[in-house]
């Protein structure tokens, strides 16, 4: 049995939340910054000479390695929030390091203001310059990105309102949310009070009775929060409006496809071949009502459990199950994945003032990376353990290879690792099962590939309407909100799943909106990863293939990478390739069900 441990180890950062480093650490990173910013503001030959560019982005690659930030203080700070968002010294202890990195990216931001800004024949010969060649990339998106930028005084104005205008809002909603307990019934029937992020889980039982119990909780809470996300999201969709006109953005999802390095009819063609195809999930959710004998699903219903697929899943069984599937993949996987797990890099069980859900979290090229979880022991908890540990087998493989400024991977296929580790380890989970079981396997498969591609795609639209409705109105109440968060959830839906009462509210729990956009990357991770994961089963040397792209960090935009591997994703027929196989599942499903 592989020794696990199953709270995170935060010591690499700092002893504890009152360690006397703290202010020391604060300190040196300020000097550090201050040095940089007395050497270069003053200066413009930098943005003249190559090679001086060369040693100011060599120093400015320094600051991001050794501090990026505050250090290890920061990423600390930030940590101990998710595992406790109730705790009134780690909010403040927070905010105290938000506004010193606003300062700190504030003096240093004239750095990459004034460089995109330089003359494209300038441009031309940064960008052939040789000893450049690991920069280069990184400054094709800032001179990309120059038609948006404001001048220093206004972009640090953008960034001190940041806090008070979007994240404290968001904030307040997610701590009120996730402080919340309510009594529901575990599996075995029982009375038990359990926090939010906890009982959402109950969800996905087999048994009616125990997710309708924790489905009226959820309603019960997010009714009880609603009129104050109503405040907060009104509030940040203004902000998102103003600074996008002071930008001169066109449309509300463009400033995240710069950011993400994706054209913008890249993911235009992903969301419009997935809409047309919006039948499949109507189809699922169809066949599922079917197999459980029901004419209609109930809204929470989605993620119900099938069959005899309720099995319980104990960490140290999901850890051998993932542990296997990524030693049969690569060697350097199952390496990194054993590190992680025996050294305390994984947060495991669910408690009262923890974020719901499932991340996993990096800084600097150096720190420790972590994952935070909600296990539960379902068969949903087994995949999400693939699926994290996808993302940090993705980070450790850039840190090998790139620099700090490349120590990063763009949104657009952030999902690709995480999803191509997923599906590796539910192909491996699905062998315990007896061939009668097929179908409920299918099922849930299905049911995640569902959720991944369609859902998110239909979030993404449904954030698309809410942006350019509040343009026009000004003020969304919350029954505004909830018709459109109907609407889309419907379209993708179908006529098999009954839209709830209280359903209209579940957008107050969807953090990942807050994050405007960032949802497509979903649906285009987990569709690329399938090109990926049939190149590896066809030929398994092509995991070499695989790893060099998941090396790439930002040093290379995605569409160059996928071209050097041969694939085209401008084209809708990529993104149709990946649907299809998906459906061949489904009419499977819907043939073994008769």
Known sequence: MIKTSSRWDLSPLLSDDKDPKVDQIIAEAQKAYKDFVNKWQGRQDYLELPQILKEALDEYETLAHNYDGVGSVGYYFSL???????????????????????????DVEFFTNRLCR?????????LSYPELKTYRHFLEKLFESARYTLSEPEEKILN???????????????EFVSKEEREVLDESGKKVIKPLSDFMSLLSSSKKKVRDISAHAINEVLGKHVDSAEHELNSILLDKKINDELRGIERPDKSRHLSDDIDTNVVDALVETVSKRFDISGRYYKLKAKVMGVPKLAYHERNVTLGDLGKKYPYERAVEIVGKTFKGLDKEF??????????????????????GGAYCFHKRLNDPIYILLNHTEKLTNVLTLGHEMGHAINDVLISRVQGALNYHTPLSTAEVASTFMEDFVFERVSSEYDPKDRLYLIMEKLNDDVSTIFRQVACYKFEQELHQLYREKNYLTKDDIGKIFTKHMSAYMGDAVEQSPGSQNWWVYWGHIRSFFYVYSYASGLLISKSLQSMVRQDKQSIEKVKKFLSAGTSESPKNLFKDMGIDITNAKFWNQGLDEVEALLKEAESLAG
């Open 334 to 355: 199952a390496a990194i994945f054993y590190e992680m797990i025996q050294n305390g890099k994984v947060d495991v069980f669910p408690e009262k003032g923890r974020v």
């Open 118 to 126: 330089v003359l494209p024949k300038t441009q031309k010969i940064m």
């Open 80 to 106: 101990r929030y998710y595992q406790d968002q109730s705790n009134p010294q780690i909010k403040a202890q927070n905010n105290k390091i938000n506004d010193i990195e606003v300062k700190i990216a504030n």
């Open 160 to 174: 001190l309102k940041s806090q008070t205008s979007f994240s404290n809002w968001v904030s307040m909603v997610q």
